[in-house]
């Protein structure tokens, strides 16, 4: 079955410092992976995805995501976090195996950057 | 560009009694999907419609769960009756045929007390 999985409730880091918010798949044949975050009372907000090609991919607002094959991971980082980058992040991977068929989530991580 | 648009933002019902809500996707998504999602967990598929066709209805508990998509592009989903446990966030989203990201609307909270 495809899942991915967010091994960190919560994740807090000093403004300024780099984040990094972990995901791990389980996805056969080759990984569609994608970070959402989500700010109180709105809906998901895309930031980036990986499909093929390049391991490390850029997203909106600063934000990256290593895809590591060996490791089976897709962490989320950015080199200086922000106050208004404090939201709940979620990893997704496709249910099935293309791109359009339905996402399954983590259960979310919820980022605090401290000022 | 006008985003996923979802009515209304928050619904309280008391229990077995019947609720609907409505979806207008991004003007040109052929793909509509409508999500569940608990307090404290990620969202959940119940739902994905490619033009006006369900090509995946497998996880919609259909013996109180309907949804139709007219003429492919806005969406209704319903539930009735509503039960307390479907207290929840429902989210639709849409994206381009065989794309990959899709784009979220805000969500309707329902409460069902």
């Known amino acids: 079955a495809q899942s991915v999985a967010q091994p960190e409730d919560q994740v807090n880091v000093a403004e300024g410092n780099p984040l990094t918010v972990k995901c791990t798949y389980s996805v056969s044949g080759n990984p569609y992976l994608f970070w959402y975050v989500q700010y109180p009372n709105r809906g998901l907000q895309f930031l980036l995805k990986?499909?093929?090609?390049?391991?490390l991919v850029k997203g909106s607002y600063g934000f990256e995501a290593e895809f590591n094959k060996s490791q089976t991971s897709f962490h989320l980082k950015k080199p200086s976090a922000l106050v208004s980058d404090s939201a709940l992040y979620f990893c997704a991977g496709p249910q099935g195996g293309g791109g359009a068929d339905g996402l399954t989530f983590g259960k979310g991580t919820h980022l605090i950057i401290q000022p | 560009e006008a985003g996923v648009v979802q009515s209304p933002r928050y619904k309280i019902i008391e229990k077995k009694q019947p609720v609907a809500f409505w979806c207008n996707p991004i003007?040109?998504?052929?793909?509509l999907y409508w999500y569940r999602q608990n307090l404290g967990q990620g969202p959940e598929l119940l739902i994905r419609?490619?033009?006006?066709?369900?090509?995946?209805d497998s996880q919609l508990p259909k013996d109180r769960f309907s949804a139709e998509r007219l003429k492919g592009v806005d969406s209704t989903l319903k539930i009735q009756p509503a039960e307390l446990g479907d207290s929840a966030v429902y989210l639709c989203a849409s994206s381009w045929p065989r794309a990959s990201e899709a784009f979220f609307g805000q969500g309707t909270r329902l409460t069902v007390v």
């Open positions: 419609y490619e033009n006006e066709e369900a090509v995946d």
């Open positions: 003007s040109g998504h052929n793909t």
């Open positions: 990986y499909i093929t090609g390049d391991n």
